[in-house]
């Protein structure tokens, strides 16, 4: 995922995407680590709130899997409407995937 994967950085997260293989369902990574958030509570509270948002936001269909970086500790707190709005935002700029409909 660090090599091949396409990147979309906001000041609180990161989102790297890249292409998932045929046949398969798309896959979900939240990293936070110790170094944005000190405690398991928090970092477990933002793990929950955005894999609840991919879940009733990103169909089942979606064709990339999907990695967000959590930079801030803040998103623990954010409100719902807010975080939504940063995520649509970013996933909007998500690209379709080269080649696709190419003939040669």
Do not use: C, H
Request: aromatic share 10%; net charge positive; glycine share 4%.
């Amino acid at each position: 995922m660090y090599n091949n994967a396409s990147v979309i950085r906001t000041k609180e997260f990161q989102l790297r995407y890249k292409p998932k293989k045929p046949k398969s369902d798309f896959k979900v990574a939240i990293v936070v680590s110790k170094k944005t958030a000190k405690t398991a509570v928090v970092r477990n509270r933002i793990r929950r709130r955005l894999y609840e948002w991919v879940r009733l936001n990103v169909p089942a269909t979606y064709e990339y899997d999907i990695m967000l970086t959590v930079f801030d500790e803040g998103l623990s707190g954010v409100p719902s409407e807010t975080l939504q709005k940063q995520l649509k935002e970013a996933f909007a700029k998500v690209k379709p995937p080269t080649g696709v409909g190419k003939s040669k």
